[in-house]
């Protein structure tokens, strides 16, 4: 069995992962919540190695190689960002400064759009993670989350992409706005019902928000049903602002269980072709092909 | 000078206001933060107490009327909804008991519609303020704030109404999500630019949104320039919604200044007639409305 020889990391605004391989195995992972937002620059060396200490073999240099927000202008190191239309991972890295000799850090850049004006930073590596295992795939891809994206990929290249705040919005509206009082639970039905009417009317979505608040006081309106309906407005709303997108084409879906799976509902309804994938594997995926682009170095002995 | 006979009281869910009068005429007021929202059931009394204890008179009975979230079931005595079509007032008050024998609390009732769903508490008595300063009036009145209203009133009755999120969705959008990094200030044209593109394209809201936070990564785009886009988009977005009341009407803008004014500077962009009114002063124009709608008393000696 061949030794660990590298490490990856994803590192977002709210969390950090890391795994210890050699090639493309997986030999260890390891977790925290010790993500961009709550680090300040000298934050960012000391709270990967609370997770990888063990992992480096002393006298020896252990590449490491990074995605996601840390790679921003408040992240470890700024990566600047490479524009559209490009391949997802280009030919370089940026490296970051690491006091302990055993690491070499390097990070993937991001991706930027003159106009309309757009970024992102970690969806490029899950973008070139599904095109590794599906080369040659032309399409659209669609990552759901916080900050959900819309990337249209033609011969390799990204082409163009959107930014959607939905995520973010529908975290807000239900955990902080009025509309808390009312919602609780999932009722399927209640998200079908919101997503075709923020698909048909998005225009009116700002009218039907309070809605909800207002059919829980008068006519008691079930609190699953009221959060599926909260939800399938936003995420109609956002289909028909993406309907470029979509229209005609096949959508791979990248994220988490549930809220890719919400997506996929909402574009089956519209008979859209849908494919679903685990974004934790493609997200590494991404870090084993952007692993060709690091220095080459023969691992020396540093003292 | 006659002596103060009653007090008036606008109670909301982060505001308490309160002022004796003797018939329409204030002699004193008062205010404090305690709203609806930190207050338990039996919190109320002594919040009003902590206000207007020595505007009390020993063995008297004083008059003291509220509108509000005050009303509401997590208020301090549920005020049941009247339907409309109505008149804001209609003609029977809720009262709320007190253990201070020199109180007599009564509450203005709020209003709901049926279809769409909907429900105010407050802004009634604000509509009857307006009108009892504008008699005969017919047309539509907007009350800018948290959650705005779009009021239809004809032959003194509320007809319709319909109720945005637009002002809590603002809050919760420039102050926590990650828009809050790239706004600060105010610039009047880039509220006009916002203005226009929300109500022109309001399916498009959920996609201009991230392009801010972008265009500020990638364009050093101006604080105040982003921040009165914000507010420009989601007003833009509210009036495309609310077009069937204020399309061919005159609009009479009851709200807090800088609110307001930002509502009347988009309607007369698109050529709409606007009044601007004070909030405060429709409030109380509107309790003394009300006041007529008291069980007469004696004001008897109480021990």
Redesign the interface.
Same mark, same amino acid.
């Given at each position: 069995m061949s030794r660990a020889d590298w490490i990856a990391v994803d590192w977002g605004t709210s969390h950090l992962r890391v795994w210890q391989l050699s090639g493309d195995q997986v030999f260890r992972q390891a977790q925290s919540d010790q993500g961009m937002g709550v680090l300040a620059r000298a934050g960012f060396e000391p709270a990967l190695l609370a997770l990888v200490q063990d992992w480096l073999p002393e006298g020896q240099v252990t590449p490491v190689l990074a995605c996601g927000m840390v790679g921003s202008?408040q992240g470890w190191a700024e990566a600047q960002?490479r524009a559209v239309p490009c391949t997802p991972l280009g030919d370089a890295l940026a490296p970051a400064p690491a006091r302990d000799l055993r690491l070499d850090v390097h990070i993937v850049p991001g991706l930027?759009?003159?106009r309309?004006?757009?970024?992102m930073r970690g969806e490029e590596t899950q973008v070139a993670g599904f095109l590794k295992r599906h080369p040659g795939w032309d399409g659209v891809i669609c990552l759901p989350g916080t900050?959900s994206k819309w990337v249209h990929v033609s011969a390799g290249e990204v082409v163009s992409f @959107?930014? *959607? /705040?939905?995520g973010?919005?529908f975290a807000?509206?239900s955990e @902080?706005?009025?509309?808390r009082h009312s919602l609780g639970g999932w009722d399927a039905a209640g998200f079908a019902d919101g997503a075709a009417q923020g698909m048909e009317r998005?225009? &009116?979505?700002?009218?039907r928000? *309070?809605?909800i &608040?207002?059919?829980s /006081? /008068?006519?008691g309106l079930d609190a699953g049903v009221a959060r599926g309906r909260l939800s399938g407005l936003?995420i109609g709303?956002?289909l028909?602002?993406?309907k470029p997108y979509w229209l005609g084409q096949r959508v791979a879906l990248i994220g988490s269980e549930a809220v890719a799976q919400a997506y996929a509902t909402a574009l089956q309804a519209l008979s859209v072709p849908v494919t679903l994938h685990d974004v934790t594997e493609m997200t590494l995926a991404g870090l084993c092909a952007a692993r060709a682009l690091l220095p080459k170095t023969e691992q020396p002995c540093v003292n």
């Open positions: 202008r960002y930027k759009q003159p309309p004006a757009d970024v900050h @959107q930014t *959607f /705040l939905t973010e919005m807000l509206l @902080q706005s009025v509309l998005p225009e &009116r979505l700002m009218a928000l *309070f809605t &608040r207002a059919e /006081l /008068l006519d936003m709303a956002e028909a602002a993406a």
